[in-house]
């Protein structure tokens, strides 16, 4: 029979009594450039490093009763809201997690971070509901993909944006961009064959731009792999010339992924916040 993950486990030895757990709420930055993604099996990976981090951390935090190896990282039960791709980057990726109740936040907080590297960091620890789950209990996640139009690039940003030497004409995009708003089959959008449901709700694309940066936000209930990134694309199609605004809505209409083009290289794409509300 599988553990419920919010039962009293683990024990501290056999005659003691299960230690009470209570659920977090991280919010957590990394750069993706050196990670195999979010999700743990693949190399290194953001959550194998967190989950490291946090076990590490514990026995200070507690005061010393959490005993070092006393919990697992199926103890811990680490979820992160958004499963990055390998290369993707975030300012405000969420995790939920579940610990000792007598955990001091505070501590753990200082005592992870010294544990991690450098590119990736943990903003807060902060109580949640009980059962709180990263993925399953956001209403919606908000993605910016980065981008350099122009001859001239910048090397500084270069791990961060997709440098596009020709001009955009930022109307035409806009113009593509509310063809891609709204609750559509997005199967073209998509490198997922897994899923049967590719239903999704765009909440909101903007594109704002300053001087040779432009950034594009995505806002939606959530996202099929390769999603954001092949809406950039085709974005950035469109506001090449490439494709016209009617075209956007004529591959969505298509269901045929081999009709639009390759994503976005991954280290333009960062998520920015996860809601709850």
């Known amino acids: 029979m599988q553990r419920d993950r919010h039962s009293a486990q683990p024990r501290a030895d056999k005659n003691s009594s299960p230690i009470p757990l209570r659920s977090i ?6 750069d993706g450039s050196r990670f195999r993604g979010w999700q743990k099996g693949n190399g290194r990976t953001v959550q194998a490093v ?20 006393s919990y697992s990282e199926t103890d811990l039960h680490l979820v992160g809201a958004g499963r990055t791709d390998a290369g993707v980057h975030a300012e405000g990726q969420v995790a939920s997690a579940l610990l000792p109740a007598g955990v001091s936040l505070e501590l753990l907080l200082g005592a992870a971070n010294a544990e991690l590297p450098s590119d990736a960091a943990i903003k807060a620890i902060q109580p949640a509901p009980e059962r709180f789950h990263a993925r399953y209990h956001a209403k919606s996640r908000t993605y ?16 961060y944006s997709w440098h596009i030497p020709e001009e955009l004409n930022l109307d035409a995009m806009k113009q593509g961009a509310a063809s891609l708003t709204g609750t559509y089959d997005f199967t073209s959008f998509t490198t ?3 899923k049967s449901n590719r239903v999704r709700t765009i909440h909101r694309i903007s594109i704002e731009q300053r001087g040779p940066n432009l950034d594009i936000f995505f806002t939606a209930d959530s996202f099929l792999w390769n999603q954001v990134r092949i809406m950039t694309s085709v974005l950035v199609q469109t506001g090449l010339g490439k494709l016209s605004p009617d075209d956007v809505a004529a591959l969505l209409e298509a269901k045929n992924r081999s009709l639009a083009p390759p994503p976005a290289p991954a280290q333009g794409l960062c998520l920015v916040a996860v809601s709850y509300e």
Request: hydrophobic share 45%.
């Open 25 to 30: 709420k991280l919010i957590i930055a990394y």
């Open 144 to 159: 910016r993909y980065s981008i350099i139009s122009g001859p001239i690039g910048d090397p500084f940003r270069a791990a």
């Open 50 to 69: 967190i989950e490291q981090a946090l076990l590490a951390a514990l026995p200070r935090a507690s005061g010393g009763a959490v005993k070092p190896g």
């Open 192 to 194: 997922d064959k897994s």
